[in-house]
């Protein structure tokens, strides 16, 4: 029941993450809040429905929050509108020719959803200069692991017994 309800809750806040201004989604700062809102609600959970939150706990509430920030980024990227990039070799009059002779026109293409991502993830570490591949997607990577390490980290902290005073 509670991994249920950890993975509702986990995609809900995945959707409205992607549907939120650009500018909320700052590099680094809105992984690491993604993964304490996902911590904080998944421990809350826990404690409605008389769930110990344990490494078991944990290890889900970590691995929703992955699969979250994941799912939050490709939605973004899906909502985007797909522009396609200008196609030097089709020329109007070769294509006309190519008709008239029986031959296939030259096709326009559209680009596959991870030539999107991958320029969506350029757009995001642009603020910060101009970085060439492999570093927009390194970045991304240590998105993630900042957003899951914090719910880890939340998630571990709410669990630890609390000192008597």
Partial sequence: MFALAALISTAALALVAAHAP??????GLFSLA???LNALIQTRLAALLHVRVTSTVIALIAATTLAGLVGSVCQTVAL??????????????????????GEAAPKEETPTFGDR????????VSLLGDWSSPWPEVFWGAELLLGTAGSVCLAYWVRQP???A
Avoid: S
């Fill in 22 to 27: 650009a500018r909320i989604r700052l590099l």
């Fill in 34 to 36: 993604f993964g304490l």
């Fill in 162 to 164: 609390k000192a008597a």
């Fill in 80 to 101: 985007q509108p797909t522009i396609k990039p200008p196609d030097n070799n089709f020329h109007p009059v070769a294509a006309l020719v190519a008709a008239q002779m």
């Fill in 117 to 124: 991502l991958h320029t969506y993830l350029i757009r995001r």
